[in-house]
C-alpha cells in the first residue's frame, strides 16, 4: 500500500486516534441527505486540519464530489494510520508539541517513515530517551550514568579542625 503522510494531523497515539475517531464520523456521514465536506471537515477536524486534509485529497487526485472515491481515500487514512509503527518514548520532561514535531521530522528525515509515538514522563531519567520499537529497547537515558557516578562518589567526610586564616600560604598578586 502507498504511504499516506498524515503528520500533519496527528504525532501521538492519543491523537492517531482521536483523528481516526473523526474519520470515522465523517465516513458515517458521507451518504446522508445534504452531505457537505467542507462542513464536516470543520466541524470534526477544525480550520487547520480541513484544510490539510483537502490539500492530502487533491495531492492524491480524489474528486470530493464523488462520495464513493472519498469514502475510498478515508478507508485508505484509516488503514495507513492502523499500519503505522508504534515508538514508546520515555523522556525526562513534558514536551511541547514543538519537542514532538522535532521527534516526528527526525524519524521522517533519518528512517524515511512516520510513526506515531506512545509518550511517558520519567523524571528519573534524569536526561535522554529510551525508546521502544518493534519489540526492541534502547536506553539512551543518563540515569545509570548518574546512578553508576553516585555510587562511585567517596562518601563527603566531615573536616574535624576548621582551618584559620594563618594556615593559608598561598599569596595573590595582581598584575599591572
Known amino acids: 500500500m502507498e504511504t499516506i503522510d498524515l503528520s500533519?494531523?496527528?504525532i501521538t497515539k492519543a491523537e492517531a486516534n482521536a483523528f481516526s475517531q473523526h474519520l470515522t464520523k465523517i465516513f458515517d456521514t458521507i451518504y446522508t441527505a445534504h452531505f457537505d465536506l467542507e462542513k464536516s471537515l470543520m466541524q470534526e477536524l477544525g480550520m487547520q486540519k480541513k484544510e490539510a486534509l483537502i490539500k492530502l485529497l487533491r495531492e492524491n487526485k480524489v474528486q470530493d464530489s464523488s462520495i464513493p472515491a472519498l469514502q475510498e481515500f478515508l478507508k485508505k487514512i484509516q488503514d495507513s494510520i492502523a499500519t503505522l509503527p508504534l515508538v514508546t518514548l520515555t523522556i525526562a520532561f513534558e514536551p511541547t508539541n514543538e519537542t514532538l514535531k522535532a521527534f516526528s521530522q527526525w524519524f521522517l528525515f533519518t528512517l524515511?517513515?512516520?510513526?506515531?509515538f506512545d509518550i511517558h514522563v520519567d523524571t528519573s531519567l534524569v536526561a535522554g530517551a529510551t525508546i521502544t520499537a518493534n519489540g526492541k529497547f534502547k536506553d539512551y537515558s543518563l540515569?545509570?550514568?548518574?546512578?553508576?557516578?553516585?555510587?562511585?562518589?567517596p562518601p563527603i567526610q566531615q573536616q574535624t579542625a576548621t582551618p584559620t586564616l594563618h594556615q593559608s600560604t598561598e599569596h595573590v598578586t595582581l598584575g599591572r
Open 112 to 116: 524515511k517513515k512516520q510513526v506515531i
Open 8 to 10: 500533519d494531523f496527528f
Open 143 to 153: 540515569k545509570a550514568l548518574f546512578e553508576k557516578t553516585i555510587e562511585e562518589k
